[in-house]
């Protein structure tokens, strides 16, 4: 890593994927997904009053508004890291600088563990 002077590149072959393949495997990844369910089910229910007469449309209001804080997160993680990609894959500068960074984290963390003594 440290020795490459080539910037990084990035395949101009991009699988033909389709819009909604994509979005029914986010979905069904989602939706799969235990540890989602068991958040909803452990940490959103202490959240509503005992006094209220229906648990469950105070759980499907969380439920909303917890889907809809999540989507709005993803819009910008999606944003950024479309910008922050293109930024380093076009940039043959930035990309020798990130690799030169991550070959220094590497060694660090291998002197680190060969300095490290057993308990």
């Known amino acids: ?7 990084l590149s990035v395949k101009g072959e991009q699988p033909n994927s389709r819009f909604t393949g994509i979005v029914i495997k986010g979905f069904l990844l989602n939706i799969l997904n235990p540890k989602l369910s068991i958040f909803f089910l452990a940490f959103l229910p202490q ?40 930024l380093i894959v076009k940039s043959e500068r930035a990309s020798i600088a990130l690799q030169k960074l991550f070959a220094t984290s590497f060694a660090a963390l291998g002197l680190k563990l060969a300095f490290s003594e057993r308990v």
């Open 47 to 86: 959240f509503i009053p005992s006094s209220v007469d229906s648990a469950l449309v105070s759980m499907l209001t969380l439920g909303a508004v917890f889907m809809l804080m999540t989507f709005a997160v993803f819009l910008v993680y999606g944003f950024l890291s479309g910008s922050f990609s293109e």
């Open 1 to 7: 890593m440290w020795r490459s002077s080539s910037p």
